[in-house]
Antibody, heavy 124, light 107 residues
């Protein structure tokens, strides 16, 4: 069965960086994209970016461009999301989610499996 | 930026039918997806491509689309269906967008 297991909770100071991992199992890692979605307290889900686990291509939300980097290690079937220049507003639960592509006029995606989430707290 | 609009809350009694709507200008052109999220848990996909149900999702969950509004219908609501429900679709560039979420309360 498909499983996405994320790393544990993090507490960071403003200005620092955080790197969250997502280990995949139960499917061929390189055949799918991995996305990252975050949820701040009381807020809606927010898409951050994706990585094509096969060729390493990435795309990021304009909101996070320049601060987020998504990478992967195919030998470990693991994706990573690093967010830099952290501020208090980045306090949120960060999820990895396996993406499924859909073409209807434009190419878009949805998420069929999610990791358990990683709480990142930014506080001085 | 493109937004999807959901009602903040819906309440129904057990056994009744719950309908949760999601509105967005691009919904006639883009599919909608629905996720269920229980407290402290990750979202779970319950409907994809407007009305398709993933394997393992009970038949009481269904989806429909009409113009700029999509609807998640839960027939014969059970206590275990109490959760937050989020719709998701895409803007004109294909970027994924989520609705604000609807809290379903089973009275």
């Amino acid at each position: 069965q498909v499983q996405l297991v994320q790393s544990g909770a993090e507490v960071k100071k403003p200005g620092a960086s955080v790197k969250v991992s997502c280990k995949a199992s139960g499917y061929t890692f390189t055949s799918y994209a991995m996305h990252w979605v975050r949820q701040a307290p009381g807020q809606r889900l927010e898409w951050m970016g994706w990585i094509n686990a096969g060729n390493g291509n990435t795309k990021y939300s304009q909101k996070f461009q320049g601060r987020v980097t998504i990478t992967r290690d195919t030998s470990a079937s693991t994706a990573y999301m690093e967010l830099s220049s952290l501020r208090s507003e980045d306090t949120a639960v960060y999820y990895c989610a396996r993406g499924r592509w859909v073409v209807r006029g434009v190419t878009t995606y949805y998420f069929d499996y999610w990791g358990q989430g990683t709480l990142v707290t930014v506080s001085s | 930026s493109y937004e999807l609009t959901q009602p903040p809350s819906v309440s129904v009694s057990p056994g009744q039918t719950a309908r949760i709507t999601c509105s967005g200008d691009a919904l006639p052109k883009q599919y909608a997806y629905w996720y269920q999220q229980k407290p402290g848990q990750a979202p779970v996909l319950v409907i994809y491509k407007d009305s398709e149900r993933p394997s393992g999702i009970p038949e009481r969950f269904s989806g429909s689309s009409s113009g700029t509004t999509v609807t998640l219908t839960i027939s014969g609501v059970q206590a275990e269906d109490e959760a937050d429900y989020y719709c998701q679709s895409a803007d004109s560039s294909g970027t994924g967008v989520f609705g604000g979420g609807t809290k379903l309360t089973v009275l």
